[in-house]
């Protein structure tokens, strides 16, 4: 009982150091996000609190974080903009249509959960998820680049001289931190991206560097700071959207591609964290407070949000494995909105742009240049698709494209494995044992290896080592014995599923004629004792 005891305090201290260390990262990056969105930071705090809390309590992927993130921004931009134009010069409806947009997402993403699309997730091949998690760990990497640019007079520019070398020799300082800190055995279990951060941030303020800090961040962007109250209801959103046909005609493309995105990068990071924590979470719960999350950000002014895979590697690298490292995450980001805004906006950009490069290095897969020359062509060239189309274009596309690369070479594949083995019976009749499936993309091979015209009067064609597998798979089939029929000789199918049979039989009555119900299987036998025969098979 102590040991438990030991044990359940040891994690809730993990979790809460975690969840502190997450909520300083989450600032910068909701505030960004709120910007290529072109709304107010406080819009993409908010959805950072709200979709944070309310996935860490019922998502089901315990130890994963989500909030406000890049592959929604960049949408949400376009529908913004349109927004503003739809309503009369100076009226800004732009936001209004996000919130709705955002709580149809919800909506489409709960319905998803419901009908247990979730579980669709495991058809995504392992080069497609290594691809995945590359083009993440460059697109996080080229996002934490603009931190070293400063605004003058409106523009952007590169931080030059004593400027750029401090920047530089801050994010190295907490780059070694995180990196050495765990080597020490007596700080093992110490959160080295929170020491980081707070030694970093202490030296900087301590000997007055001039950096960037949160604040300025804040400030270059247009925002005013990172003080805020309570999110309140966005009741008006209701009265400025018209509900018209037109209204639901504009925001339904917007808040089915936002559901998309969301879901996928969300359950895709799922099945890293259950990778990296050897444990399962459970999708189709996670879609359900993924869109619940989102309902209630839309309808309290957030921008909505999705599972954070940097943050979320931030967590589980220090020690977040409970559904506690999350709701302090998001209850620890409210508090630096309402109390704690003057002394989180003093954080130099530099400490935190240092915990994201180790997230970089800690998420881009390293094996992927060891098995260039030990995986498949068509493998190695789905994980650089994915990886570069998730860097040029969003999550999405770049996962949908891998997936319809990957299956296609899959179908070419076996389409080329049908074979036809053919010997003759002592009474003249030709046997075809069919090997491999029969499919769609096997059908054209598969005729080919029948000869109609030259076969004798009595054809036998045995299914015991292939499998039928689609209705056009059952019309080749259907059409093979017509022919047969058709010139005057008689056919006989053997070892054909009890599915397959059934829908021959459906499709014609002299399909019980043809097809011969062997119970005999020519090929599978019993041992007669069992446990000798599999004793004697691990002894071999």
Request: proline residues 3%; aromatic residues 10%.
């Amino acid at each position: 009982m102590t040991e438990f005891i030991e044990k359940r305090v040891s994690n809730v201290r993990n979790d809460v150091l975690s969840g502190i260390t997450v909520a300083l990262a989450l600032v910068p990056e909701a505030v960004a996000f709120a910007f290529v969105a072109g709304v107010d930071p406080l819009v993409g705090l908010y959805a950072a609190f709200m979709v944070g809390l309310i996935t860490s309590i019922f998502g089901g992927r315990p130890g994963m974080i989500s909030g406000a993130t890049g592959a929604l921004a960049v949408v949400m931009v376009t529908l913004v903009s349109e927004g503003n134009a739809l309503g009369e010069p100076g009226e800004n409806l732009g936001l209004y249509y996000l919130f709705a947009t955002v709580i149809l997402m919800g909506i489409i993403q709960i319905l998803a959960g419901v009908l247990k699309l979730g579980k669709f997730v495991r058809l995504i091949p392992h080069p497609v998820m290594m691809g995945f998690v590359n083009g993440l760990a460059i697109v996080i990497f080229i996002s934490q680049l603009g931190m070293f640019q400063k605004t003058i007079e409106g523009e952007k520019t590169w931080l030059q001289g004593s400027q750029l070398y401090l920047m530089i020799g801050l994010v190295a300082l907490t780059m070694f931190i995180m990196w050495g800190l765990p080597k020490i055995r007596q700080a093992k279990k110490l959160p080295e991206a929170l020491i980081a951060i707070l030694v970093v941030s202490t030296i900087a303020i301590l000997l007055k560097f001039d950096v960037a800090t949160v604040g300025s961040f804040i400030r270059d962007g247009g925002g005013t700071g990172l003080k805020g109250g309570f999110p309140t209801l966005k009741l008006e959103t209701f009265s400025k959207i018209p509900f018209t046909w037109d209204s639901i005609v504009f925001i339904f493309p917007y808040a089915l591609i936002l559901a998309a995105i969301g879901l996928i990068e969300s359950l895709m990071t799922l099945n890293l964290i259950d990778d990296l924590t050897e444990t399962r979470g459970n999708g189709n719960k996670e879609c359900v407070a993924q869109g619940s999350a989102n309902i209630v950000t839309g309808l309290f002014g957030g921008m909505g949000g999705c599972a954070m895979i940097g943050q979320s590697i931030i967590n589980i690298k220090g020690g977040g494995r409970g559904r506690l490292s999350g709701i302090v995450a998001a209850v620890m980001l409210l508090l630096f909105i309402l109390f704690g805004a003057e002394y989180i906006e003093q954080i130099p950009i530099a400490a935190l742009v240092g915990v994201m490069f180790m997230v970089v290095i800690g998420t881009f897969a390293w094996s992927s240049f060891r098995i260039i020359n030990k995986i498949p062509k068509t493998d190695l060239f789905v994980l650089i698709l994915v990886s570069t189309l998730t860097v040029i274009f969003d999550l999405a596309i770049a996962v949908i494209a891998g997936v319809i690369v990957s299956a296609l070479v899959f179908s070419w594949e076996n389409a080329t494995r049908i074979r036809a083995r053919k010997r003759m019976k002592d009474d003249g009749t030709k046997i075809y044992e069919i090997w491999g499936p029969l499919f769609f993309g096997s059908i054209s091979a598969f005729n080919e290896k029948f000869d109609v015209k030259n076969d004798p009067d009595v054809v036998e064609i045995d299914f015991i080592e292939s499998r039928v597998s689609d209705h056009s798979a059952l019309e080749a089939i259907f059409n093979l014995v017509e022919k047969y029929e058709t010139a005057g000789k008689k056919i006989h199918l053997k070892h054909l599923s009890e599915e397959c049979k059934e829908l021959l039989y459906k499709s014609n009555p002299k399909f019980q004629e043809v097809i011969e119900e062997a119970v005999d299987d020519p090929r599978y036998h019993l041992a007669a004792n069992p446990e000798k025969f599999t004793k004697g098979l691990f002894e071999k």
